[in-house]
C-alpha cells in the first residue's frame, strides 16, 4: 500500500508515480499490472478509481498519452483479454449514475482531431466470427425510461465549413446462401398517442441542389425477378388510414421537381399495367382520384395528357373512354370536359376532333343529349364562353368546304315535327347587350360566278281561315340612345347596267280604298324630330335631277295651299327657314334668288315684307344685310351716308345701341373686318375734322356717369401679333414751341371713405421664348443745368402707417437670377455719391435691416453674401465696421457670425483670416468685451455636438509655416491678477460610451540639424509658500476594466544613445529634500501586481547594471531595505529571491552579500535566518550547490572573518 498524507481541513496529499525522463533518447516505461494468476485461480483484477465524496464533485478520472512536439501522440489501448474457452473479456464504457439529477452528461468516443489535416477516425465493430460462428451483435440503443422521454440515438457526419461533409452509410452485409440480410427502420410504439416518425431526407444544398433519395429494390439475378416495391400506409380500426404522398418540393426561383408513375417495358408479352384507383367505401361515396397539373403563379399552368401510345405497324391504337360509373337507383355521374377560368388572360381551348384518314370516310362526331321514356328528353346547348369585360366568344357552325369536285355540305336548322301540338318554334337573333350594340343578325345568299346570284325570299305564314301573317321590318329600339337605322335600297349597277328599281306601293283593291303610303319621321317627347329628305340624284352629264312640290290642281274650287314653314317650338325656339340657291360650279354663277308676289289681272299684287317678330319675352331678333365676299377683287360696299347740306350744318349720323329700360343697354361694336392671309385688318380712325381758323374739335372717350353704381373702366390696348415686335402704345402731351412741353399725368381718384385707386405701371408678361418688357423710369438729359430727380416714395399717413415700398427682382426657373444694383454716382473729381440703407427710427425701436440672400431651391446653393470695401492703388481700402450701437441705459446688441446648417454634406465654413502683407500680416484679435466693475466677456472657441452617426469637430490651434524664420508661438495661458487668484488652465479630452477612450498627446517640435524641442512640464513657485503640485495620474478604470497605463519612457535611437529617464525630488537648503515613493496598487481579486526595475541588454558589451543605493550623510547613511509584503489573515507572505542570470557558454553571475568596510569602526553583520512561527516547525536554511554533468560539483566554502 502506497497512499498520500491525509488532511482534515485541506487537500489530502499529492502522489504522483512517473518513469525516468531521457534528454537524448525515450523516457522510461511506466507499467502497473497484477501478476499472473496460478493453474486455478484467476488474474488479480486491476482499478482505477477515484475515491467517493460526501459533499463534493467525484474525482477526475483521466487515462491520456502524452504530446508529440515533432512525433505522434501515443496510442491509448483498452484490450480486454482473449480465451480459449469460454467467452472473450468484456469491454463496458459507462457515465456516472445520478440520484436526483440526470447521470453522467455523455460517454464520448472521438477520434483526435488534427489541427493542419484530418481528423482520426472511428471505427466501432464486432470481430471477425470463426469457422462455425456469427459475427457479434452490435447494438446502438438509448437506455429506457420510466416517466420521461427515453433518450435519441443520432448517426451521422460532422459539419465542413471548406470541404464536403461525410458520408454516412447504414448496409446489411452478403451473403453466399440463403436470403440477403434485412435493413429496417422502425419508429417507436406508443399506446397513449400517435407513433414515432420516420424521415429520410437528404443534405440541404445552400448554394446549389440538394442530394438525391434512392429507394428502389435491387436488380434482379439471372433466373429471377427483381424485387417488389411497397409504399403504403398502415390499416386503422377506430380511424382514417394515413395519406401517402408522392411530390417533390417546392422551388422558389426555379423549376418544381417532376414525379413520374412508369411502369416497366418488357420485350415479351405486354407492358406492365398501371392503375390508379380511389378507395371504397361500404357506407359513403368512394374516394375522389384526381389528377392534376401544376400551378403557375406567373406563368402558365402545366399540361395535362391522357393518350393511349402510337399503335405498332398492324394494329389500332389503344381505345380512350371517358365514362361515368353506371347507377341502379341513382342518377348516374356526370362526365365534364373543360379548360379552367382565366383571372388575368385567355381561357384554355376544349376541342373535340375526329380523326382523319386516307381511305373511306371521315371518322363521324356525334352529340346526343340523353332519351327519356316518362318525360322530356335532354337538353342540348352549345353555347360560346361569356366575358366578364370583353365580349363573348363566337359560335360558329359550318359545314366544311368541299373537295375539287364536290359540293359543299347541306346545313339545315329545323325543329322536330309535332303530331298533336305545335311543332318547335326555330329563333335566330343575337343576344341582348347591356352597356353596348347589340350584335347584328346577317342572312345572305351565296355568290356565284355564272349564271344569277341565289334568291332571298322572307315570306309570312298563309292562312285558308284567316289574316296572312305580317311581315315587319324594324330597327331596333334604343333606350337610352337612338333607334336603329332601316335601310331598304337596290345594289349599286353593274359597268353596263343600271341600279335596280326600289318601289313603295300599296296593294290593289277590288272593293274597298287602296292602302295610305306615308313618308314621314316619328315624333320625339323630349329631343328633335328626324328629318325627311327628298332629293334628286346628281349625274356626270346632262342637267341634275328636278325635284318638284306641287299642291293638287281643282277644276271646280281653289287649288290646294302649298306651305313651307319651320316647325313651331313649344318650349324654346321655332325652326329656322332657309331658301337659297346652290353653289355655283368652277365657270357659272349662283343661282338668282327672286323673292316676288305673283301678277294680278283684276287685284292686287302682294306686298313683300323682311323684318323679324316682335316678342314679349324676349329680345327682338335682328335683321342684317350684308354684301358677300370675293377672292378677287375688291369686296362689296355698304355705305350710310346722312345728307350734304350747302347753307347748314350736315345731318347727323347716330348708330346706337338699344336703350333697356330696366336692364343694361345695348353694345354698339365699331370695328374694321379681320385682314387676309397676306393683308392687314383696316384701319380704324376716330378724328375730328381739320379747321383753318377755329380749333378743331375735341375727341373725348369716356363712360357715362353712375348715380348709384361704380363707374366704368376705359381700356386702350393695342393688338398682339404672332410675329415682329409688338405695336407701339404711346401718350405724349403736346410740344410747346415758347414754353414748357404740356405735362402728363397719371393720377388715380381719391376715394372719399376708403383708399384711393391703384396706379399699377407693369410690362406684359413675356412669351414662350422670350423675356418681359423693360420698365424704365428715367430723367431726361440736360446740357446745362441739372438732370430732373427721380423720386419713388410713399406718401405720408397723420394716423396710419407709411406704406410700404418693395423693390424685388423677379425670379425664373432656368439659369442664374438677375442682380439686383444700387450704384452711387461716380465723383470725377470729388468723392463718390454715398449709398445709405438706414431703417426708421422710432420712440420704440428702430427697424430691422437685414441683407440676406434668397431661400434656395430643391437642389441649388443659396446667394453669396459679400461685404466689402473697394480697391486702392495709392492709398489704404476702406474700413468694414460690423459695430453694435452704443446702449446707455440697456445692453449693447449682440454681433453674430455662423455658417447655416443642412441636412446633407459637410457644415458651411466660418473663416476669420487676416490680410496677407508683403511686410507684416495683420493681426487677428479675438476678445470679451470688458467689465467695468464686474467680470469681462467669455470666450467660448469650440465646435459644435456631432450627430447621431458622425463626430464631433476638430479644433486646431497652430501657428503657420515659416522658410527661413521661426514659426509662430502659440500661449495658452491665464491673465495676472494683483489682489485674487490666477485661474486654472484644463486641457481635457472628452469621454465616450463605447470604444477606447481620446488621446491626449503634446508633443514637441523635431529638429532636422540639432535636438528636437523639449517638453517641459513646470508648476510655478511660491513666494511664500510651497510650489504647485505636478500630478501625472492615470484615471480610475470602469466598473469592468482597468485603469490607464502610465508610461514614462525616453525615444529609441538609431546611432547615438536613448535619452536618460530621471526621476527625483530637489535638493532643499533649509529643509529635508522630498520622498520618493513608487508604489504598485493594491487589488481585491487575484495576485498583487509586480513590481519590475529591468536594466538594459547589451548586444556585444555586458548589459545595463541596476543599483539601488540609499542617501550619504555626515551622520549614519540610509537603510536599504528588499522585503515582501505583509501577509494577509490565511496566506503566506511573499518568496524573496536573489539570483544571478543563466549563461550557455560563460559563467553564470556572481552573487555577494557584503556590508562596506569601515575605517574608524566596526563591519556590519550579515544575518541569514528564517522567519519564527506560532505553529508548526520553523523553517528550514538550505544551502544547496547545483548538479554538473561533466565535471565536479561545486565547492561549499563557509569562512570566518
Not at 405498332?312 to 356526370?334: E, K
Not at 280604298?513 to 323630349?526: K, Q, V
Not at 559563467?1147 to 575605517?1159: C, E, F, K
Request: glycine share 28%.
Amino acid at each position: 500500500y502506497i497512499g498520500s498524507g491525509r488532511s482534515e481541513c485541506h487537500s489530502g496529499g499529492r502522489f504522483e508515480s512517473s518513469s525516468g525522463i531521457g534528454s537524448g533518447s525515450s523516457s522510461a516505461s511506466l507499467i502497473l499490472k497484477s501478476t499472473n494468476s496460478g493453474f486455478c485461480g484467476s488474474a488479480g483484477a486491476l482499478r482505477f478509481s477515484s475515491g467517493s465524496s460526501l459533499s463534493g464533485n467525484g474525482g477526475c478520472l483521466v487515462l491520456a498519452s502524452g504530446y508529440g512536439t515533432a512525433g505522434r501522440g501515443g496510442a491509448v489501448l483498452i484490450v480486454a483479454g482473449s480465451g480459449t474457452s469460454g467467452r472473450g473479456g468484456r469491454v463496458r464504457l459507462d457515465a456516472g449514475r445520478g440520484a436526483v439529477a440526470t447521470g453522467g452528461a455523455s460517454v464520448v468516443v472521438g477520434g483526435g482531431e488534427g489541427t493542419c489535416s484530418s481528423s482520426g477516425y472511428l471505427s466501432l465493430g464486432s470481430t471477425n466470427s470463426g469457422a462455425s460462428g456469427s459475427g457479434g451483435r452490435l447494438a446502438f440503443s438509448s437506455g429506457s425510461s420510466k416517466d420521461g422521454n427515453s433518450g435519441a440515438v443520432a448517426l451521422g457526419s460532422g459539419p465542413s465549413v471548406g470541404g464536403r461533409a461525410g458520408v454516412a452509410r447504414v448496409s446489411v452485409g452478403s451473403g453466399t446462401s440463403g436470403l440477403g440480410g434485412s435493413t429496417s427502420l422502425g419508429a417507436g410504439r406508443s399506446t397513449g398517442t400517435t407513433g414515432g416518425g420516420v424521415c429520410v431526407e437528404t443534405g440541404e444544398g445552400a448554394a446549389t441542389s440538394g442530394g438525391a433519395v434512392y429507394v428502389r429494390t435491387a436488380n434482379g439475378g439471372g433466373g429471377g425477378a427483381s424485387s417488389q416495391l411497397v409504399f403504403s400506409s398502415g390499416s386503422s380500426k377506430e380511424g382514417n388510414s394515413g395519406a401517402l404522398l408522392v411530390g417533390s418540393g417546392a422551388a422558389s426561383s426555379g423549376r418544381g421537381g417532376a414525379t413520374r408513375l412508369g411502369a416497366g417495358s418488357g420485350t415479351s408479352g405486354s407492358g406492365g399495367g398501371l392503375s390508379l384507383g380511389s378507395g371504397r367505401s361500404s357506407t359513403l361515396t368512394g374516394g375522389t382520384l384526381r389528377a392534376g397539373s401544376g400551378e403557375g403563379t406567373t406563368g402558365s399552368g402545366g399540361a395535362l395528357r391522357i393518350g393511349t401510345s402510337n399503335a405498332g405497324a398492324g394494329a389500332a391504337s389503344g381505345r380512350l373512354v371517358f365514362s361515368a360509373g353506371a347507377s341502379t337507383s341513382g342518377n348516374s355521374g356526370s362526365v365534364r370536359v373543360g379548360s379552367g377560368a382565366a383571372t388575368g388572360g385567355r381561357g384554355g381551348r376544349a376541342s373535340a376532333s375526329v380523326g382523319s384518314g386516307t381511305s373511306g370516310l371521315g371518322g363521324a362526331l356525334s352529340l346526343l343529349s340523353g332519351r327519356s321514356d316518362v318525360a322530356s328528353g335532354g337538353v342540348l346547348s352549345a353555347t360560346s364562353g361569356a366575358s366578364a369585360s370583353a365580349s363573348s366568344g363566337m359560335a360558329i357552325i359550318s359545314a366544311a368546304n368541299a373537295g375539287a369536285g364536290g359540293s359543299s355540305g347541306r346545313l339545315c336548322f329545323s325543329s322536330g315535327s309535332s303530331k298533336a301540338g305545335n311543332s318547335g318554334r326555330l329563333c335566330v337573333g343575337p343576344g341582348p347587350a347591356t352597356v353596348g350594340r347589340g350584335g347584328a343578325a346577317s342572312v345572305s345568299a351565296g355568290s356565284g360566278t355564272s349564271a344569277s346570284g341565289g334568291g332571298l325570299t322572307f315570306a309570312a305564314g298563309r292562312s285558308i281561315a284567316s289574316s296572312g301573317g305580317r311581315v315587319l321590318t324594324v330597327g331596333g329600339e334604343g333606350t337610352a340612345a337612338s333607334s336603329g337605322l332601316v335601310r331598304i335600297t337596290s345594289a349599286n349597277g353593274g359597268t353596263a347596267g343600271a341600279s335596280g328599281r326600289l318601289a313603295f306601293s300599296s296593294g290593289r283593291a277590288a272593293a274597298g280604298n287602296g292602302g295610305a303610303a306615308s313618308l314621314g319621321s316619328g315624333t320625339s317627347t323630349a329631343g328633335r324630330a328626324g328629318v325627311v329628305a327628298v332629293s334628286a340624284g346628281g349625274g356626270t352629264s346632262g342637267s341634275g335631277g328636278s325635284a318638284m312640290a306641287a299642291a293638287g290642281r281643282s277644276a271646280a274650287a281653289s287649288g290646294g295651299a302649298f306651305s313651307v314653314a319651320s316647325g313651331d317650338g313649344t318650349a324654346s325656339s321655332s325652326g329656322m327657314l332657309v331658301l337659297g340657291s346652290g353653289n355655283a360650279g368652277a365657270t357659272g354663277s349662283s343661282g338668282r334668288l327672286v323673292f316676288s308676289s305673283g301678277t294680278a289681272a283684276g287685284g292686287n299684287s302682294g306686298e313683300v315684307l323682311v323684318g323679324s317678330g316682335s316678342t314679349t319675352g324676349g329680345c327682338g331678333g335682328g335683321v342684317r344685310a350684308s354684301v358677300g365676299c370675293s377672292a378677287s377683287g375688291g369686296g362689296g360696299p355698304l355705305g350710310w351716308t346722312s345728307g350734304r347740306s350747302g347753307g347748314s350744318s350736315g345731318g347727323w349720323l347716330t348708330v346706337g345701341g338699344g336703350g333697356g329700360a330696366s336692364t343694361s343697354s345695348g353694345v354698339l361694336f365699331v370695328s374694321s373686318g379681320n385682314g387676309g392671309a397676306a393683308g392687314s385688318s383696316g384701319q380704324l380712325a376716330f378724328s375730328s375734322g381739320l379747321s383753318n381758323l377755329g380749333n378743331s374739335g375735341r375727341i373725348t372717350i369716356g363712360v357715362g356717369i353712375s348715380t348709384k353704381g361704380r363707374g366704368a373702366s376705359v381700356h386702350v390696348i393695342v393688338g398682339s401679333g404672332t410675329s415682329g415686335v409688338g405695336a407701339i402704345s404711346t401718350i405724349v402731351s403736346g410740344r410747346g414751341s415758347a414754353r414748357g412741353g404740356g405735362p402728363t399725368a397719371v393720377v388715380s381718384r381719391e376715394g372719399v371713405l376708403a383708399s384711393s385707386g391703384i396706379i399699377s405701371v407693369t410690362s406684359t408678361n413675356g412669351g414662350a421664348s422670350g423675356g418681359s418688357g423693360r420698365l424704365a423710369f428715367s430723367s431726361g438729359s440736360a446740357v446745362t443745368g441739372n438732370t430732373g430727380d427721380v423720386a419713388m416714395g410713399s406718401g405720408s399717413a397723420t394716423a396710419g402707417r407709411g406704406g410700404r415700398m418693395d423693390l424685388h427682382v423677379g425670379s425664373g426657373i432656368s439659369g442664374a437670377g438677375s442682380p439686383f444694383t444700387v450704384h452711387a454716382a461716380r465723383g470725377s473729381e470729388h468723392g463718390g455719391g454715398g449709398v445709405v440703407a438706414t431703417s426708421g427710427g422710432s420712440s420704440a425701436s428702430s427697424g430691422t435691416l437685414a441683407v440676406r440672400s434668397g431661400a434656395i431651391g430643391i437642389a441649388g446653393s443659396s446667394g453669396c453674401v459679400s461685404f466689402s470695401s473697394g480697391s486702392a492703388k495709392s492709398g489704404n481700402t476702406g474700413l468694414i465696421a460690423l459695430d453694435s450701437g452704443t446702449a446707455s441705459g440697456g445692453r449693447s446688441g449682440a454681433i453674430i457670425v455662423s455658417g447655416g446648417s443642412g441636412t446633407s454634406g459637410f457644415g458651411s465654413l466660418v473663416d476669420l483670416t487676416s490680410a496677407p502683407s508683403v511686410v507684416l500680416g495683420g493681426p487677428l484679435t479675438l476678445c470679451g468685451g470688458q467689465g467695468g466693475q464686474a467680470s469681462s466677456g467669455t470666450m467660448c472657441v469650440s465646435t459644435f455636438n456631432g450627430g447621431a452617426t458622425g463626430s464631433s469637430g476638430q479644433l486646431a490651434f497652430s501657428s503657420g509655416l515659416s522658410n527661413l524664420g521661426n514659426s509662430g508661438r502659440i500661449t495658452i495661458g491665464v491673465g495676472i491678477s494683483t489682489k485674487g487668484r490666477g485661474a486654472s488652465v484644463h486641457v481635457i479630452v472628452g469621454s465616450g460610451t463605447s470604444g477606447v477612450g481620446a488621446i491626449s498627446t503634446i508633443v514637441s517640435g523635431r529638429g532636422s540639424a540639432r535636438g528636437g524641442g523639449p517638453t517641459a512640464v513646470v508648476s510655478r513657485e511660491g513666494v511664500l509658500a510651497s510650489s504647485g503640485i505636478i500630478s501625472v495620474t492615470s484615471t480610475n478604470g470602469g466598473a469592468s476594466g482597468g485603469s490607464g497605463r502610465l508610461a514614462f519612457s525616453s525615444g529609441s535611437a538609431v546611432t547615438g544613445n536613448t535619452g536618460d529617464v530621471a526621476m527625483g525630488s530637489g535638493s532643499a537648503t533649509a529643509g529635508r529634500g522630498g520622498r520618493m515613493d513608487l508604489h504598485v496598487g493594491s487589488g481585491i481579486s487575484g495576485a498583487g501586481s509586480p513590481f519590475t526595475v529591468h536594466a538594459a541588454r547589451g548586444s556585444e558589451h555586458g548589459g545595463g547594471g541596476v543599483v539601488a543605493t540609499s542617501g550619504g550623510s555626515s551622520a549614519s547613511s540610509g537603510t536599504l531595505a528588499v522585503r515582501s509584503g505583509a501577509i494577509g489573515i490565511a496566506g503566506s507572505s511573499g518568496c524573496v529571491s536573489f539570483s544571478s542570470g543563466s549563461a550557455k557558454s560563460g559563467n553564470t553571475g556572481l552573487i555577494a552579500l557584503d556590508s562596506g568596510t569601515a575605517s574608524g569602526g566596526r563591519s556590519g553583520a550579515i544575518i541569514v535566518s528564517g522567519g519564527s512561527g506560532t505553529s508548526g516547525a520553523n523553517a528550514g536554511l538550505s544551502i544547496i550547490l547545483q548538479k554538473v554533468k561533466l565535471m565536479s560539483g561545486g565547492v561549499m566554502n563557509l569562512i570566518s572573518g
